[in-house]
């Protein structure tokens, strides 16, 4: 098979295919991979491996994209490539198991959802362009009341100008949150007693058509303390899945640990979710963490063996396989839940359902793990080269 760089060179002997073609996408390391993350606003990266088929096919597409958008976007973006056969740490920390793998790193957190579009550079570009959209509505302060929509929770950013610091990073956050929390702006001159900047949090009316606002009180230009709030009041840790959302839960791509409870049962919704945060909260980006009403979806619980009878019970859906953690007590145990999560990731659970225990003295509980109950909801998987089964 003839090197990428060979097929350029002849690209560049034909008259008539431009020489952007081979234009290249920044290489990311472990030496610059810190840099490259803090300083744009959105990195998009390439996942690749120089043989496979598909990696082959895609980089002179993401080579021109990475060439139009550094143009368009001068400081704010960058197309960067990995190389996970050389940048081994790097393929682990993002969890690739197929190749190529497109994933996007924006505001220097990682996107749950991995790039599942049309692999072609006009696509590519049209998804980067609305990454960096500006999401945040402007409106008068006498039309803001009619302005903002009360069926969703929103932040109200009161801001001297659109030039402010203030502004820009608020504008930030809500390139992160918009799909979670709507976003306003309306400029205005504080009283006298107020400070010059100020982000207030709307609840979404709820059935009591009662509606609940909370005003932020630190410093509006710390991005990561004010996204963590916005997040916090906006998006979930740990959400509910239901009929409705499973196939949009099922697109972001990350296995799920779900909680499979009584709707009746509140307490352990309230034990899973402190563990996850606790315990897990820096897997957000790579897992999904789900409670389900375990009486209305029983047929996941009926091929993990088990029936309402059982309830709470935790489980891990991989989109190969589901992996049921033994016992339920065991989220008491510090530590056993986010091992359970972590033998996925390092594929022991596939493993020991093939070969058994890895270490038989432990007595520990073999599964016969069903395949996925959601694994005809997930993308396609015929433009990878994947890397193992057990995901």
Same mark, same amino acid.
């Given at each position: 098979?003839?090197?990428?760089?060979?097929?350029c060179w002849?690209?560049?002997?034909?008259?008539?295919?431009?020489?952007?073609?081979?234009?290249?996408?920044t290489?990311?390391?472990?030496?610059?991979?810190?840099e490259?993350?803090?300083?744009?606003?959105?990195?998009?990266?390439?996942?690749?491996?120089?043989?496979c088929?598909?990696?082959?096919?895609l980089?002179?597409?993401?080579d021109?994209?990475a060439?139009?958008l550094?143009a368009?976007?001068?400081?704010?973006?960058?197309?960067?490539?990995v190389?996970?056969?050389?940048?081994?740490?790097?393929?682990?920390?993002?969890?690739?198991t197929?190749y190529?793998?497109?994933?996007?790193?924006?505001?220097?957190? %990682?996107?749950? !959802? /991995?790039? +599942?579009? #049309?692999?072609?550079?006009?696509?590519?570009i049209s @998804?980067?362009?609305?990454?960096?959209?500006d999401?945040?509505?402007?409106?008068s302060?006498a039309?803001l009341s009619?302005?903002?929509d009360?069926?969703?929770?929103?932040?109200?950013?009161?801001?001297?100008s659109?030039?402010?610091?203030?502004?820009?990073?608020?504008?930030r956050?809500?390139?992160?949150?918009?799909?979670?929390?709507?976003?306003?702006f309306?400029?205005?001159?504080?009283?006298?007693?107020?400070?010059?900047d100020? %982000?207030k949090? !709307? /609840?979404? +009316?709820? #059935?009591?058509?009662?509606?609940?606002?909370?005003e @932020?009180?630190?410093?509006?230009?710390?991005?990561?303390?004010?996204?963590?709030?916005?997040?916090?009041?906006?998006?979930?840790?740990v959400?509910?899945?239901?009929?409705?959302?499973?196939?949009e839960?099922?697109?972001?791509?990350?296995?799920?640990?779900?909680?499979?409870?009584?709707p009746?049962d509140k307490?352990?919704?309230?034990?899973?979710?402190?563990?996850?945060?606790?315990?897990?909260?820096?897997?957000?980006?790579?897992?999904?963490?789900?409670?389900?009403?375990?009486? #209305?979806f029983?047929?996941?619980?009926?091929?993990?063996?088990?029936?309402?009878?059982?309830?709470?019970v935790?489980?891990?859906?991989s989109?190969?396989?589901?992996?049921?953690?033994?016992?339920?007590?065991?989220?008491?145990i510090?530590?056993?839940?986010?091992?359970?999560?972590?033998?996925l990731?390092s594929?022991?659970?596939?493993?020991?359902?093939?070969y058994?225990?890895?270490?038989?003295?432990?007595?520990?509980v073999?599964?016969?793990?069903p395949?996925s109950?959601?694994?005809?909801?997930?993308?396609?998987?015929?433009?990878?080269t994947?890397?193992?089964?057990?995901?």
């Amino acid at each position: 098979m003839r090197s990428l760089s060979s097929i350029c060179w002849i690209l560049l002997s034909i008259s008539w295919i431009p020489q952007s073609v081979c234009g290249e996408a920044t290489a990311m390391t472990s030496s610059n991979y810190e840099e490259l993350i803090a300083k744009y606003e959105v990195v998009f990266i390439n996942f690749y491996a120089d043989w496979c088929r598909f990696s082959q096919i895609l980089q002179p597409i993401f080579d021109e994209a990475a060439t139009k958008l550094q143009a368009e976007f001068p400081g704010r973006v960058l197309l960067a490539k990995v190389d996970c056969d050389q940048q081994t740490s790097i393929a682990s920390k993002f969890h690739i198991t197929k190749y190529p793998t497109l994933k996007t790193v924006r505001n220097g957190a %990682i996107m749950k !959802k /991995e790039y +599942r579009k #049309k692999r072609e550079i006009e696509a590519i570009i049209s @998804y980067v362009q609305e990454l960096l959209k500006d999401h945040v509505v402007e409106s008068s302060m006498a039309d803001l009341s009619k302005t903002v929509d009360e069926s969703k929770s929103a932040l109200i950013g009161y801001f001297q100008s659109k030039e402010s610091t203030a502004y820009e990073v608020f504008r930030r956050i809500a390139s992160d949150l918009h799909d979670d929390c709507n976003f306003y702006f309306t400029a205005r001159e504080p009283q006298p007693d107020e400070a010059k900047d100020r %982000i207030k949090f !709307k /609840e979404a +009316r709820d #059935k009591y058509d009662l509606v609940r606002s909370l005003e @932020y009180k630190e410093n509006v230009v710390d991005f990561e303390k004010l996204k963590q709030w916005a997040q916090e009041r906006c998006v979930p840790l740990v959400r509910e899945i239901t009929f409705e959302n499973a196939e949009e839960l099922t697109e972001e791509g990350l296995p799920f640990l779900i909680l499979f409870h009584n709707p009746d049962d509140k307490a352990s919704v309230r034990e899973f979710s402190d563990v996850i945060r606790n315990e897990l909260f820096g897997e957000r980006t790579s897992m999904n963490f789900l409670i389900a009403d375990g009486v #209305k979806f029983a047929h996941p619980l009926h091929h993990l063996g088990k029936s309402s009878r059982d309830l709470p019970v935790i489980a891990i859906d991989s989109f190969r396989h589901m992996y049921l953690l033994p016992n339920y007590g065991d989220i008491h145990i510090p530590g056993k839940l986010s091992q359970f999560v972590k033998d996925l990731f390092s594929g022991k659970l596939h493993r020991e359902f093939h070969y058994g225990p890895e270490n038989p003295a432990t007595n520990a509980v073999q599964t016969d793990p069903p395949e996925s109950t959601f694994r005809k909801l997930a993308p396609s998987s015929n433009r990878y080269t994947l890397l193992r089964d057990e995901l």
